[in-house]
T-cell receptor, first 108, second 118 residues
Framework: AQRVTQPEKLLSVFKGAPVELKCNYS??????LFWYVQYSRQRLQLLLRHISRESIKGFTADLNKGETSFHLKKPFAQEEDSAMYYCALSRNNNDMRFGAGTRLTVKP | GAVVSQHPSRVICKSGTSVKIECRSL??????MFWYRQFPKKSLMLMATSNEGSKATYEQGVEKDKFLINHASLTLSTLTVTSAHPEDSSFYIC??????????????FGPGTRLTVT
């Protein structure tokens, strides 16, 4: 069965500090991992996916199959990064399984 | 980017009545639409996957007779909560996607519908 774990419900950092949102998964096949973001009063939107290997808004995430992790990182957090972040796993973008989410607050 | 709309954004209904929620892809043809439910302070839970012109595939534990899904066209899917009860009160979110080669493209999410059953 697919499972996604985000161990931190809340994460608070100061502006300019590095931030890492943790995500661990369990899946027997080859997973596709995603990070979704939901800003206040906005809809859920895709932030990045591991297969594209790109950096969006300064965020990166590396798939570590050995540790079954897909942590989201940013070297210097900005106040506008404050949002709810969801890690998700799927096969071919189908049957998406979401983690519980981490609320990131970036303080000035 | 692609836009997905949901209607209504909020609905309050009495226990025992049925409520229909619409999900539309506004600028692309969605071969597949997904319906999620989000409980307070919890994550999104996939309820069902619907492909245009075929029956929806429901996740384990989701009552197909209670949550009727119709995907009649490539731009519209509807979720009908039948004989609603207060425990059905929740935030319902749809997403839409289209085939890109042999796999599905990115899922685009609707803004969600807040259902309150009194």
């Amino acid at each position: 069965a697919q499972r996604v774990t985000q161990p931190e419900k809340l994460l608070s950092v100061f502006k300019g500090a590095p931030v890492e949102l943790k995500c661990n998964y369990s899946y027997s096949g080859s997973p596709e991992l995603f990070w979704y973001v939901q800003y206040s009063r906005q809809r859920l939107q895709l932030l990045l996916r591991h297969i594209s290997r790109e950096s969006i808004k300064g965020f990166t995430a590396d798939l570590n199959k050995g540790e079954t992790s897909f942590h989201l990182k940013k070297p210097f957090a900005q106040e506008e990064d404050s949002a709810m972040y969801y890690c998700a796993l799927s096969r071919n973008n189908n049957d998406m399984r979401f983690g519980a989410g981490t609320r990131l607050t970036v303080k000035p | 980017g692609a836009v997905v709309s949901q209607h209504p954004s909020r609905v309050i209904c009495k226990s025992g009545t049925s409520v229909k929620i619409e999900c539309r892809s506004l600028d692309f043809q969605a071969t597949t639409m997904f319906w999620y439910r989000q409980f307070p302070k919890k994550s999104l839970m996939l309820m069902a996957t619907s492909n245009e012109g075929s029956k929806a595939t429901y996740e384990q534990g989701v009552e197909k007779d209670k949550f009727l899904i119709n995907h009649a066209s490539l731009t519209l899917s509807t979720l009908t909560v039948t004989s609603a009860h207060p425990e059905d009160s929740s935030f319902y979110i749809c997403s839409a996607s289209k085939l890109s080669g042999e796999s599905l493209d990115e899922q685009y999410f609707g803004p969600g519908t807040r259902l309150t059953v009194t």
